[in-house]
């Protein structure tokens, strides 16, 4: 007998899909979910260890979310930086929640206390990291936030920056309270929870393949990669939680939001180090400026990381080319089959508007390993080219929206149809840092009646407590609560780096 349809379909199974399906489920526990995975196994493209920064984006340590005021001397506006960290602590409460309620019972498997830094060189740029300390520390989210242009205080934080340093100015901000986080590992953690929960199936291996509209919500086609089967589905609500796969599937769904919709991928690549004696002397992800042709992609980072039980460096990303929307299952023809007649001039506006990104793009992709060296000795003046390797990160696909008439927005935009029945989520910045804010919006949405219900209300706020807070406001007890998500998340005890 064919089992009944779900309420609730997730199509992907990465870390946006993840937080919705196990935050749904706790809040309402009569839904019954299936999440629908088109690889072999679970979180095995961006949200990947190996695949993205691992970097709990919180505003601590990203030059990008500050850029330098356009008039000399005006305070540095932290606006998004406020904005960013007040997202990033709803993931780090829902996070702590999941691990006290047995949802994500491994925190030592996917989180990890690392100092966050932003390191700069330069007079000009000293004193621009000098003003922008100002601005952050005065927010009670930032208030631990050091700064320091002497440099044996740089050695102290992280001696690789220093030794071997010309005679230049350079300057550093530190906040001990950074994370290390592999979403890859917490995905599937939570996903495993939601595969036992009554009413709830997760699969891999089964590829949705059309999305239209059916008389009460959503019909889907799934093939099943093993038997090369297609069967239909039923849902009244989907969820696009697909990555790169995420706007065929828009386009296909025939959402106005689809309209002149298209698609770029930019792959990324990382210089690895796994050398004992190099990886034991670095201590924090350390944030450089992005550089000026870079639009808003960010700027290149030295990195440490806790992949699989192991500490490793990681500097970049480098962007190169691809014509895949996906790493591990995507093809080559994935671009040329996404352009469409009414998405050719939304491509076309967005390359004239982008030149100088564009020839960014052309360089960083023409780059040799021995450039690439060049770029890592900016952060690291003694790097030895035989401890690095150079590895294949995620790949981003950039949306690129009719209505935006050729700028670029590099956040992260949850879209819905209409009538909320369908979520799909668009852009990669700041990504899985802020899964449980995402998480929230779609639920405010699309759920809303679920939120208005006393216990609704009761349950939501036991996952994120500040869900009906203004997100730049902190909490009258923010630091006694912060301190509590640290213990649980056993962030206390993981040694700061
Ligand atoms: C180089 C790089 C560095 C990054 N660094 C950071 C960072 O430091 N911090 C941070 O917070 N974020 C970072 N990000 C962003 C972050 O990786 C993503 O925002 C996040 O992983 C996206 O999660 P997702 O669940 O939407 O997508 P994914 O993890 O890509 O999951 C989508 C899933 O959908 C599946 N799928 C696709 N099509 C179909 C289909 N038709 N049917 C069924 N399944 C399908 C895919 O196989 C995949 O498993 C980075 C990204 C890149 C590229």
């Not at 986080?181 to 059309?210: D, M, P, Y």
């Not at 639009?295 to 030295?302: N, T």
Request: charged content about 20%; aromatic content about 8%.
């Amino acid at each position: 007998m064919a089992s009944p349809d779900p309420d609730v379909l997730l199509i992907g199974g990465g870390i946006m899909s993840a937080h919705l399906g196990a935050m749904l489920k706790r809040l309402d526990p009569r839904l019954t979910i299936e999440v629908h995975e088109a690889a072999a196994e679970l979180a095995g493209e961006s949200s990947d260890g190996w695949n993205n920064a691992g970097t709990g984006h919180a505003g601590l340590c990203e030059l990008n979310y500050t850029p330098p005021p356009a008039v000399a001397g005006t305070p540095v506006d932290v606006t998004k930086a406020v904005e960013i960290f007040a997202r990033f602590e709803q993931s780090r409460q829902f996070w702590s929640y999941a691990v006290a309620h047995g949802l994500a019972p491994r925190p030592a498997d996917f989180i990890r206390a690392v100092p966050h830094l932003s390191f700069v060189r330069g007079e000009a740029s000293v004193a621009f990291l000098r003003a922008r300390h100002a601005a952050l520390a005065a927010h009670p989210f930032f208030r631990t936030m050091a700064f320091t242009a002497d440099r044996e205080v740089l050695r102290g934080w992280t001696p690789l920056l220093i030794e071997g340093r010309a005679a230049e100015p350079v300057a550093a901000t530190r906040v001990a309270a950074g994370t290390d986080v592999n979403f890859g590992e917490l995905s599937r953690q939570l996903l495993a929870w939601l595969a036992v929960q009554e009413g709830c199936r997760v699969f891999t291996g089964h590829r949705v393949t059309r999305l239209r509209r059916a008389a009460d919500g959503w019909e889907l086609v799934v093939r099943h990669a093993g038997s090369g089967e297609s069967r239909p589905v039923r849902a009244r609500f989907v969820f696009v939680g697909a990555g790169g796969g995420t706007i065929p599937l828009l386009q296909a769904a025939g959402l106005p939001v689809a309209r002149g919709l298209a698609a770029f991928p930019i792959a990324g690549q990382w210089l690895v180090c796994d050398n004992p004696a190099v990886v034991a002397r670095h201590f924090g992800k350390v944030y450089g400026p992005p550089p000026p042709d870079s639009g808003a992609l960010g700027g290149p980072h030295l990195d440490v990381r806790h992949l699989h039980g192991r500490r490793v460096l990681l500097f970049g990303p480098f962007a190169t080319w691809t014509t895949k929307f996906l790493h591990r299952t995507g093809r080559a023809t994935d671009l040329p089959a996404s352009i469409r007649p009414d998405n050719v001039g939304t491509l076309l506006r967005t390359g004239l508007h982008n030149r100088v990104l564009a020839r960014f793009l052309v360089q960083q992709a023409l780059q040799s390993m021995e450039s690439r060296l060049r770029a890592l000795r900016e952060f690291y003046p003694e790097a030895v080219a035989a401890d690095w390797r150079l590895v294949d990160a995620g790949i981003r696909v950039q949306a690129l929206k009719q209505a935006d008439a050729g700028r670029l927005s590099f956040g992260t935009e949850v879209v819905t149809a209409p009538d909320g029945t369908l979520a799909a989520l668009l852009g990669a910045s700041p990504g899985a840092s802020v899964s449980a804010n995402i998480a929230l919006q779609i639920i405010q949405t699309c759920f809303p009646d679920r939120l208005r219900t006393t216990g609704g209300h009761e349950r939501m706020k036991a996952m994120l407590p500040t869900f009906d807070f203004a997100l730049s406001q902190p909490s009258a007890d923010h630091a006694r609560h912060s301190a509590l998500i640290d213990d649980r998340l056993g962030l206390l005890s993981s040694g700061g780096a």
